[in-house]
């Protein structure tokens, strides 16, 4: 059974950091593309970053410059590291796995993300 378990999420100032981190489970994780993508309320989930089976990374243009991606393949870990958080990256973050050149896509439960001003 597949399973991703983001935690990490909380409360936090502007400009402060998080780290979420993502549990991957009943994969090949090496397998897969990982990705972390953002909902807020009223509005579909868009991708926040990714890193592939290669390590080739990208990140949205919203991220770009603030927020780190990394997976630890020996440990089936999905990390996003968050520095300079703004009210605007409210949001619930989820962790994606997709299992390479297949449609099989796998979501964790999401981990909420509070920015205050």
């Known amino acids: 059974q597949v399973q991703l378990v983001e935690s990490g999420g909380g409360l936090v100032q502007r400009g402060g950091s998080l780290r979420l981190s993502c549990a991957a489970s009943g994969i090949t994780f090496g397998g897969h593309t990982m990705s972390w993508y953002r909902q807020t309320p009223g509005n579909q989930r868009e991708l926040v970053a990714e890193v592939y089976t290669s390590g080739t990374v990208m990140y949205a243009d919203s991220a770009q410059g603030r927020f780190t991606v990394a997976r630890d393949s020996a440990k089936n870990m999905l990390y996003l590291l968050m520095n300079n958080l703004k009210p605007e990256d409210t949001a619930v973050y989820y962790c994606?796995?997709?299992?390479?050149?297949?449609?099989?896509?796998?979501w964790g439960q999401g981990t909420q993300v509070t920015v205050s001003p």
């Open positions: 994606k796995a997709q299992r390479v050149g297949t449609p099989d896509v796998y």
